[in-house]
């Protein structure tokens, strides 16, 4: 538990930015009030919330890269490499505040959708503890970019994966729409497949849930080995 006060000082680091916190929570709740005029069945609430949520987690990608940046360029990071942490640890005192934060947004998130008339039901638990490993997902991009980029290219590169995970998961649309090649690429990276589990986690289609998530996993596991490499590389060489 040698993690746990680092990961209490980046959780007090993320409140001092209520403007983003506020931003990331109240957005996909006004996608979800926007959902009653789009009576298409891409839209519907149950399907609709999923992708909502997982949205909102492409913000903590964000968060994450900024929060690690900072660090870098400030040379905290330098200064705390006297402490006994390894780069295991700093990378899971990073990702504890956020994945609080992103099981925050999906509560919220749906507390909103059972306002606007999703059901209650026990799927919707369920859909919260699928979310934790795509909320990692993010939170390991995140991460990754943090240890590679400084703070200043880390908000313009997390946009943009904003943007791209947006339009590769099918959260808005179907992805047959898109033509087979851009098709093939979005069912290679995981964003998709993290949409199609939710919803059918959500809609209790169980069976299909099997197919979509040792994508999610596995991307998941991917990013973070890499991340902890990259931070490892940098922390021996002190050149973070």
Known sequence: ??????????????????????????LPIIFLLMQKNMPIYGFKIENFTPG??????????????MLIAKDRCSSFLTRLFASP???????VGYSLPLLLMALLQSIVCFITAIFLGLPLHINILL???LFIPVAMLFIGIGLLLGCVFND????????????FSTLASGMWFDLNLMGNTLKTIARVLPFAHAVDAA??????????????????????????????????????????
């Open 1 to 26: 538990m040698r993690f746990l006060p680092f990961a209490i000082r980046n959780y007090k680091e993320l409140l001092r930015d209520l403007l983003s916190l506020v931003f990331s929570m109240g």
């Open 52 to 65: 909502v949520v997982i949205f909102s987690f492409a913000f903590i990608s964000l968060f994450s890269g």
């Open 85 to 91: 942490l390894s780069a295991f640890d700093y990378i």
């Open 127 to 129: 859909t919260i503890l």
């Open 152 to 163: 200043k290219q880390v908000g313009g590169i997390a946009s943009i994966l904003i943007t």
């Open 199 to 240: 919803r059918a986690t959500l809609t209790g289609n169980y069976a299909s849930i099997l197919p979509h998530l040792p994508w999610v996993l596995g991307h998941a596991i991917v990013t973070y080995i890499v991340a902890v490499l990259i931070f490892r590389k940098r922390m021996l060489n002190g050149n973070m």
